[in-house]
């Protein structure tokens, strides 16, 4: 199975700030990659396919980057509504395996 | 609009059985690969299954092949998910997916339904 590692698991920022969440891919998987957000009690959004396309209607302080083993969600002038958690996704094999997420927190 | 709505869930001991609706509409469901993605509290979400929209080329995660069977009805748009055997880590909430699979990304999730395994 394709590992995902994501880091960091929790996150805290203010407003304003600029933040960067990691995903490391054991093997390497292209740019298979998904990032999603995940607020409480809802289904996982996507923001990002194939590790750097913003999907429609997503804020562009939103971005992805990154290749094979390496990849990052950076976001942007940080929102309160941005407060969630973030989970990455490869779709290059099954099990399309998930990350453990990261929590991001709006001080 | 694309809705999936889940049904089915609820509260089974161990070794038990369910079975999990998603009732799909607002698209030609027969030409969409459809997959069911779990997620335990507090816990990263997990795929689970995936049927083509013929109902073939089926595909399980190891941790439920030979107890989960994915299946699609598509004069219902319905999607099932048989789970027999059940144990205390199938608890999640279940989720529905529209067109997830290798090579495929998607943004069309249901709610889910909760499935709770315990004596």
């Known amino acids: 199975d394709i590992q995902l590692t994501q880091s960091p698991s929790f996150l805290s920022a203010s407003a304003g700030d600029r933040v960067t969440i990691t995903c490391r891919a054991s093997?390497?998987?292209?740019?298979?990659l998904a990032w999603y957000q995940q607020k409480p009690g809802k289904a996982p959004k996507l923001l990002i396919s194939?590790?750097?396309t913003l999907q429609s209607g997503v804020p562009p302080r939103f971005s992805g980057s990154g290749s094979e083993t390496e990849f990052t969600l950076t976001i942007n002038s940080l929102q309160p509504e941005d407060s969630a958690n973030y989970f990455c996704q490869q779709i290059k094999s099954y099990p399309m395996t998930f990350g453990q997420g990261t929590r991001l927190e709006i001080k | 609009e694309v809705q999936l709505l889940e049904s089915g869930g609820g509260l089974v001991q161990p070794g038990g059985s369910l079975t999990l609706s998603c009732a799909a509409s607002g698209f030609t469901f027969n030409t969409y690969t459809m997959s069911w993605v779990r997620q335990a509290p507090d816990k990263r979400p997990e795929w689970v299954a995936v049927i083509r929209g013929n109902g073939g080329d089926i595909h399980y995660v190891d941790s439920v092949k030979g107890r989960f069977t994915i299946s699609r009805d598509n004069s219902r748009n319905t999607l099932y998910l048989q789970m027999r055997n059940m144990r205390a880590e199938d608890t999640a909430i279940y989720f529905c997916v529209k067109g997830l699979n290798t090579g495929y990304y998607s943004n069309d999730w249901g709610h889910g339904t909760q499935v709770t395994v315990s004596t």
């Open positions: 093997p390497a998987i292209y740019t298979h």
């Open positions: 194939a590790a750097s």
